[in-house]
């Protein structure tokens, strides 16, 4: 009597399909959330560039440019740039500029201005209680019967 493959237990996991046990595959593992999925671009700082930039000039006599290259994995058109950024303005034009919207220069009588305008507020406020103190002045002389002396410029 031939032996017939005994049906795998269905609560152990697998079942089967015919006589051949279906091929499991293990769900992906969730990335993690301390990695990023987007590439980071690489940045040189400028004591970096400089010293690429110093070993190429030494190896270019004996031809060791692309190893140098090679092992910091830039291309020589990057080299190049840096070559010439280096003649144009020396140290100062290696540092990376920062991306982005830039920040305006604050105006210097900014400040002046907002001094000026809290002033002329403060005025304003003091001017209407004045006017206000002299107008029940005039209705307290007027109901006293006080003569008032006329005033350089109100009627």
Avoid at 48 to 69: M, N, P, S
Avoid at 100 to 110: M, Q, V
């Amino acid at each position: 009597m031939p032996m017939l493959p005994k049906p795998i237990n269905p609560a152990g996991g697998a079942v089967t399909v015919g006589l051949r046990r279906p091929t499991v595959v293990p769900a992906p593992s969730a990335a993690s959330p301390e990695l990023s999925n987007r590439p980071r671009r690489r940045t040189f700082t400028a004591q970096d560039k400089l010293r690429i930039l110093t070993e190429t000039d030494r190896a270019a006599d004996t031809g060791g440019v692309g190893a140098i290259l090679r092992r910091e994995g830039i291309y020589s058109s990057t080299l190049g740039d840096w070559r010439r950024l280096r003649a144009a303005g020396g140290f100062g034009a290696l540092v990376p500029v920062k991306r982005g919207p830039k920040t305006a220069e604050p105006n210097p009588l900014a400040g002046e201005l907002a001094f000026v305008q809290r002033e002329n507020a403060r005025l304003t406020r003091r001017l209407a209680r004045a006017e206000a103190i002299i107008d029940v002045q005039k209705k307290v002389a007027e109901l006293l019967g006080i003569p008032l002396a006329p005033s350089d410029g109100e009627p």
